[in-house]
């Protein structure tokens, strides 16, 4: 099993940046894939960027390409998601999300482990 930990979240004001950080634990070469994810009430939940095992490969949701990055470290066992020009639309509680595969997917099913989220809201 992996266990995922996200921490970043918070309060900002728009045009402002956080970085969130997702912390693996336990069987770690399960985390191959990484993405994150996010969700806001009543809504399903809409992916927001994914990297690959090596981090050569990323994705991009549309709504957050040019102001979102994602990387990862692996020697920390560590994905991270440095939103930048963030807008209230962006407020949401963000997922980690890990694969045993080593590819980039959107599809929030193809994904083995998740984390519990960490919120984040956007004023404006």
């Known amino acids: 099993q992996v266990q995922l930990a996200e921490s970043g979240g918070g309060l900002v004001q728009a045009g402002g940046s956080l970085r969130l950080s997702c912390a693996a634990s336990?069987?770690?070469?399960?985390?191959?894939?990484m993405g994150w994810y996010r969700q806001t009430p009543g809504k399903e939940r809409e992916f927001v960027a994914a990297?690959?095992?090596?981090?050569?490969?990323?994705s991009y949701s549309d709504s957050v390409k040019g102001r979102f990055t994602i990387s990862r470290d692996n020697t920390k066992n560590t994905v991270y998601l440095q939103m930048n020009s963030l807008k209230p639309e962006d407020t949401a509680v963000y997922y980690c999300?890990?694969?045993?595969?080593?590819?980039?997917?959107?599809?929030?099913?193809?994904?083995?482990?998740w984390g519990q989220g960490t919120q984040v809201t956007v004023s404006s």
């Open positions: 999300a890990a694969r045993h595969a080593t590819s980039v997917t959107r599809r929030w099913d193809e994904y083995d482990y």
């Open positions: 336990g069987r770690t070469f399960g985390m191959n894939g």
């Open positions: 990297i690959s095992l090596s981090g050569g490969s990323t």
